[in-house]
């Protein structure tokens, strides 16, 4: 039988190109990663660049107690001012955000009740002057026999009178602001501390009254000022039952604010509150925070880390992307060398901020895998089910 030339070609062909196929094979299939127990080990030829991300677990954290928390004015160093008379604003000496110290003038008061207050103060002056004088002269009288002894007496209890009433105007005069000679009428409202202006409900030509304190409308038992020292804030907590005993004065305090990502303050807990809301079964709990950066706005809401104040075992942090939850338990890779990898069970304390807690299982220092976990847990789970 004569075979056809191009036969030998074509054997040729199909032979070549079925070494080609099996050579790009060879080449393209890595061996596979070697599985003892829960290791995981990589030959050094099949790793990918940046295919785990690893970082080590930080040492001497504490587990950390979490509450949400309301940063407020600081009543040691805040101070709301009410006009302590009744008459039209005049003039405004500041605004908002203004510094002042003690005894600053905030504002002047056209008052008919204080140029009353210096009317009655400047006649006190003027009756106790004329007493004297009258005593002086009956007093003489008496020593010529020109007066009895009894118009001596009179006169002496008129000048104890008129002594008596200017230490009454003089003490009037002086809870309004002190003494001032002038019978205008313009009381001038001063700042009783040191601090920044904080709030403002006060205009030109306003009416203002000493008893808006007590009334029951919110626009008119607003203050007039607040002045306070935004440096230095308090930081309101709502505590429950179960957390309480964890809690003591003095503890140390970590805010953070969605306002600035990223940034901490410290702080520092002061007042544990002595009984508890019968709404919501919570204890009121205050803080101080260190604001001298004064990004810390009063009313602002912040997360508060609070070291617990039991003594509980040192743990390390690590990423929350670490920890992978399987059967009610939790688990961590541990990088033991480049390519070699084992699974831990691990004790979880707490979890924030992306962040995780273990009180047991990683040692600071360990290298633990951050990004890549799940890949690794399905190695181990294909193994399970073959």
Known sequence: ????????????????????????????????????????????SSLKPNQFVVTPAS??????LHFYGRVVQN???????????????????????KPVSAGDVLATILSPDFGQAQADWRKSI????????VLRRTKDLEQHGAAAVKDVEAAQADVDRALTEKSRTEVKLAQYGGTKAELDGTYALKSPINGIVTDRNLNVGQEVRPDAMMATNPLLASPVFIISDPKKLWVMLEVTERDLPNLLAGDQLTLRSGAFPGKTFPGKLLKIGDMLDPTTRTAKVRGEVDNASGLLKAEMYVTVDVLD????PKGSEIPASAVLFRDDKHFVFVEKKPGAYERREVVV?????????????VAAGERVVADGALYLQSILDNVDDA
């Open 1 to 44: 039988m004569k075979v056809p030339f191009h036969l030998p070609l074509v054997l040729c062909c199909a032979v070549a190109l079925s070494a080609c196929d099996q050579a790009k094979q060879v080449i393209t299939a890595p061996p596979g990663p070697t599985v003892t127990g829960a290791a995981i080990t990589f030959p050094a």
């Open 126 to 133: 003027s009756d106790l002057a004329l007493a004297e004088r």
């Open 309 to 312: 104040g039991k003594d509980q």
């Open 349 to 361: 304390a707490d979890d924030h901020d992306g962040r995780t807690i273990v009180t047991k299982g």
């Open 75 to 97: 009543e040691e160093v805040t101070v709301r001012i009410f006009s302590p008379i009744a008459g039209r604003v005049d003039k405004l000496m500041v605004d908002l955000g």
């Open 59 to 64: 040492s001497g954290a504490q587990p950390l």
